[in-house]
């Protein structure tokens, strides 16, 4: 066990429902130096008492086909995927990779070269493209700086390979930061035809210079949310603001939160949230192993279920499983 699964022992539950069904829409994996997370350790975090059945599978450039052009390099994160996906089919006691969601450069005059080349890669697993346009005026003051280049949303090329995800039947994901998310909305309102998913409600920033603004960030957030919502084309992520560029701090902590301080500090953006696009259009995502550097998963989904006792079963089934499987196009 790791110095970090210790610390995250030190703070265990008793699973809340723990026949609900989950389709964890938002994860990744990848080999790094001393940070390994592959099926084993994905198993591990799914295995942990929630019903976890399928994932869906996130671009983090792991595994790109470095020898290759450019262009379609990150091809070889979709193979690499793939494979567990085969090997996590192959056992129906453990969640199922059910989709994955590439990388591609949108701009790319060779675009549907690149698509081709992922849906052969992913055999039939292949769902979407994730061209994130975060960026921030202050990347030293980040843990995970974007490197998106000024005004991607608004670039004509990079808006034409939007449009060219819907007509082909793929979705396009994207991750950003708070002060960002009215240039996602033009973009939203300009490419009204492509099925676009805002991850991580938008990066609310709170460290470096956003690290004291929290409320006048909040405020400014919620009305951009409700614009973004205004979008039908639109479906939202709910999860991923347990990582240190969130400011909460608990990775910094002698010990990890528990579901109740998570849902203490953080429910007002899932309610707002939810408010604004409908169960229909949320779902709960882990953004794991990411978010795994503050908090467990298990205290994770306990805390979601919380958030979420307030609805009626139709629409936490939404959000827990159906919006994702539908946005996805997952098979039982």
């Given at each position: ?194 099925t676009m998913v805002l991850d991580h409600f938008g990066t609310p920033l709170g460290v470096g210079p956003y690290a004291d603004k929290r409320e006048e ?116």
């Amino acid at each position: 066990m790791s110095d970090h699964d210790t610390w995250l022992a030190q703070v265990s539950e008793d699973i809340i429902d723990p026949d609900r069904e989950i389709v964890d829409p938002h994860h990744h994996l990848w080999t790094r130096s001393e940070w390994n997370y592959e099926l084993a350790e994905l198993w591990s975090d799914t295995g942990a008492g929630h019903n976890v059945v399928q994932t869906v599978f996130l671009e983090c450039g792991s595994a790109y086909d470095l020898d290759g052009p450019e262009h379609l390099q990150p091809v070889g994160e979709t193979r690499y995927v793939a494979a567990f996906a085969e090997a996590s089919a192959a056992d129906p006691s453990q969640a199922t990779i059910a989709a994955i969601v590439s990388r591609a450069d949108l701009r790319h005059p060779e675009l549907d070269a690149v698509l081709d080349a992922h849906q052969a890669a992913g055999k039939s697993l292949f769902r979407g493209i994730r061209h994130a346009g975060a960026r921030d005026p202050h990347p030293e003051s980040l843990t995970i700086p974007g490197r998106a280049p000024e005004g991607l949303y608004a670039d004509p090329d990079f808006r034409a390979g939007v449009a060219r995800l819907g007509e082909r039947g793929y979705s396009y994901d994207t991750w950003h930061y708070h002060h960002q998310n009215a240039a996602f909305c033009e973009l939203a309102r300009a490419v009204p035809d492509t099925t676009m998913v805002l991850d991580h409600f938008g990066t609310p920033l709170g460290v470096g210079p956003y690290a004291d603004k929290r409320e006048e960030i909040f405020n400014a957030w919620q009305k951009d949310i409700e614009a973004i919502a205004a979008c039908p084309n639109v479906v939202a992520k709910l999860g991923g603001l347990a990582m240190p560029d969130n400011g909460f701090g608990w990775h910094q902590r002698d010990l990890p939160p528990t579901s109740d301080e998570f849902v203490d500090a953080q429910a007002r953006y899932y309610h707002h949230a939810i408010e604004c696009f409908g169960p229909e259009r949320c779902m709960f995502e882990s953004n794991f192993p990411v978010d795994r550097l503050s908090l467990g998963y298990g205290v994770l989904w306990n805390g979601l279920k919380k958030i979420a006792a307030r609805y009626d079963e139709a629409e936490q089934a939404a959000m827990f499983s159906g919006t994702a499987r539908r946005v996805y196009q997952l098979a039982r």
